[in-house]
């Protein structure tokens, strides 16, 4: 037999050998996450699929995409740009514009502080004008949603501006 001939053979065996070797280890990690093989097509043992997936039908939060169907315990509010008006001498009225984008108070939170790590820092509403779609806001209306319990609704922050 020629040399180059049982090289080739011995490169072959042994690309056999670790070809195994790692579809035993990833079937070892796919059954770990309850799915398995069948042949090379990787097949789900779990019983559901995108089917079974509700879609969320009403107002939806523009960082996590999520509503009242995926997180009904948590408050959204809009973002809207607020400011006094005094109609008369004792009476201040406020005037609010929005363009109805909606967020969770808690993503909201927290791209606030990951706004306020960056170099430079953004202030709050520096960073909530480019999510609101680069208008200008100051403020979150709180939205009731409709299974949210008073308790988190009270400890939505909401302050008017001066
Ligand atoms: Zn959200």
């Known amino acids: 037999m020629e040399t180059r001939t049982i090289v080739n053979e011995l490169r072959q065996q042994t690309k056999s050998e670790r070809t195994k070797k790692a579809m035993?280890?990833?079937?070892?990690?796919?059954?770990?996450?309850?799915?398995?093989?069948?042949?090379?097509?990787?097949?789900?043992?779990?019983?559901?699929?995108?089917?079974?997936?509700?879609?969320?039908?009403?107002l939806v939060c523009c960082i996590c995409g999520?509503?009242?169907?995926?997180?009904p315990e948590s408050?959204?509010?809009?973002y809207t740009f607020t400011k006094p008006i005094y109609?008369?001498?004792?009476?201040?009225?406020?005037?609010?514009?929005?363009?109805f984008n909606v967020?969770?108070?808690e993503c909201h939170n927290t791209a606030m502080y990951a706004d306020s790590r960056l170099k430079p820092p953004k202030t709050e509403w520096e960073g909530a004008e480019i999510r609101n779609q680069y208008t200008k806001c100051n403020s979150l209306l709180p939205l009731f949603g409709?299974?949210?319990?008073?308790?988190?609704?009270?400890?939505v922050r909401y302050t008017l501006p001066n």
């Open 24 to 58: 035993a280890k990833r079937e070892t990690v796919l059954k770990g996450l309850g799915w398995g093989m069948e042949n090379t097509q990787i097949v789900t043992e779990s019983t559901h699929s995108f089917e079974d997936v509700e879609e969320e039908t009403g």
């Open 87 to 99: 109609l008369e001498e004792e009476f201040v009225g406020y005037s609010t514009v929005s363009h």
């Open 66 to 71: 999520d509503g009242y169907t995926y997180k």
């Open 75 to 78: 408050c959204m509010g809009i």
């Open 103 to 105: 967020i969770h108070f």
């Open 146 to 155: 409709p299974s949210i319990p008073p308790a988190v609704y009270k400890q």
